[in-house]
T-cell receptor
Framework: DAGVTQSPTHLIKTRGQQVTLRCSPI?????VSWYQQVLGQGPQFIFQ???????GRGNFPDRFSARQFPNYSSELNVNALLLGDSALYLC???????????FGPGTRLTVL | GDSVTQMEGPVTLSEEAFLTINCTYT??????LFWYVQYPGEGLQLLLK?????DKGSNKGFEATYRKETTSFHLEKGSVQVSDSAAYFC??????????FGTGTSLTVIP
């Protein structure tokens, strides 16, 4: 079975630009969460979606937004990029919210 | 709010040494507890979990017991191998399914 997939693998942007990251959950999983992992730190929670509804939001500015589609895939959008947004962005899926989460390989975003 | 505190690393051990990575948590209610492992350049993989007090999670020789009285979930392995070199993250899931991660502990095992 395919695991969680994310695209793109790597991305380089400049300050002020906008970026869209994509995630496909494990088949049958209805919950998707997004995390930001800065080098040397643990993942920080950004969003959780379940059945296409936002279930939770972490302490991130409004420049960060996300959505979940009818097929349960998800997009994370970040506007007006800052240097500090450089990080590994992880997507995780679970059968239902609260169950163990299965992580994708992440998208490495570099903002110059 | 809910949070997880992990012992800071990095940790360097010789092969076959005993491993303990401490993890304590703060939570309202009764969270589920997890250990994830991250190998260089990869995403996080679930190592083990425990969903209620006194549960013991185990996998690949690693163990951790959910201790409600000490709010702890320490990771242990009796004999580490070079292939265990990775970053280890303790995490909790609260009543609405939001995950909180510790800062991670980097482990290097030398032959």
């Amino acid at each position: 079975d395919a695991g969680v997939t994310q695209s793109p693998t790597h991305l380089i942007k400049t300050r002020g630009q906008q970026v869209t990251l994509r995630c496909s959950p494990i088949s049958g999983h209805k919950s998707v969460s997004w995390y930001q992992q800065v080098l040397g730190q643990g993942p920080q929670f950004i969003f959780q979606y379940y059945e296409k509804e936002e279930r939770g939001r972490g302490n991130f500015p409004d420049r960060f937004s996300a959505r979940q589609f009818p097929n349960y895939s998800s997009e994370l959008n970040v506007n007006a990029l800052l240097l500090g947004d450089s990080a590994l962005y992880l997507c995780a899926s679970s059968l239902v919210a609260g169950n163990e989460q299965f992580f994708g390989p992440g998208t490495r975003l570099t903002v110059l | 709010g809910d949070s997880v505190t992990q012992m800071e690393g990095p940790v360097t051990l010789s092969e076959e040494a005993f491993l303990t990575i401490n993890c304590t948590y703060t939570a309202t209610g009764y969270p589920s507890l997890f250990w994830y492992v991250q190998y260089p350049g990869e995403g996080l993989q679930l190592l083990l979990k425990a969903t209620k007090a006194d549960d013991k999670g185990s996998n690949k020789g690693f163990e951790a017991t959910y201790r409600k009285e000490t709010t702890s979930f320490h990771l242990e392995k009796g004999s580490v191998q070079v292939s265990d070199s990775a970053a280890y993250f303790c995490a909790l899931s609260d009543h609405i399914g939001q995950f909180y991660f510790g800062t991670g502990t980097s482990l290097t095992v030398i032959p």
